[in-house]
């Protein structure tokens, strides 16, 4: 099982789960977040595409994307959600997909993917195994507020775009649950990662 991928719902820890399993499993990671990130604000042709679509209001002075305000338009108008996916999506798949291709046949390696609308786009299909990253609801809202400062409103709007956990859970392979403290997930992570290098 070398290609692995991680998803969960928003505020639930994949972030800090592909770091912790990518470093113990000395694989090749992947995270649709951070490229999200680097197509946003650097790559040309995207920043193109977006002003074109949503104008000046898309970008912020410094020239990094105004994330707010696209969230604001793609929460609010679907038709602006699949305009800003038919972007994005195709460049992030045209990173991870080829490696997940070639981990697939090397069991030698492992490569890790974050995906965060794994489940929603059906790209489960690519992975040899999937991890959901869980976590409760008073915990989720507690780590964003604190940690991205929205507010609840903003984070029940994350999560109306996303498939609900429970579904989520009942569809990995594996499942970790993220409410206490780093170091206890950490220790989930150990053992998780002991399980693929001794398959």
């Not at 898309?58 to 038919?86: C, H, M």
């Not at 030698?108 to 992975?127: N, Q, R």
């Not at 409760?136 to 507020?145: G, P, T, Y």
Request: hydrophobic fraction near 40%.
């Amino acid at each position: 099982m070398p290609s692995l991928a991680i998803t969960g719902t928003i505020g639930s820890g994949k972030s800090l789960l592909l770091h912790k399993l990518g470093t113990l499993l000395g694989a090749k990671t992947f995270s649709a977040d951070e490229e999200n990130r680097r197509l946003l604000d650097h790559d040309p042709e995207v920043k193109k595409l977006i002003l074109s679509h949503f104008g000046e209001i898309s970008y912020l002075t410094d020239g990094t994307a105004n994330r707010k305000a696209l969230f604001e338009l793609i929460s609010r108008d679907p038709v602006s959600r699949q305009v800003l996916e038919s972007i994005l999506h195709p460049r992030l798949q045209a990173v991870w997909k080829p490696l997940a291709e070639i981990f697939h046949e090397n069991s030698d390696f492992y490569f890790l993917a974050e995906i965060p609308l794994l489940y929603e786009k059906k790209l489960e299909v690519c992975f040899d195994k999937t991890i959901v990253v869980g976590c409760s609801d008073s915990v989720r809202r507690k780590r964003l507020q604190g940690l991205r400062s929205l507010s609840m409103t903003e984070s029940d709007a994350w999560l109306k775009l996303q498939v609900p956990q429970d579904i989520k859970v009942t569809r990995a392979h594996y499942l970790l649950w993220n409410d206490g403290t780093e170091s206890q997930f950490l220790v989930q992570t150990q053992l998780l990662a002991s399980h693929f290098l001794n398959v």
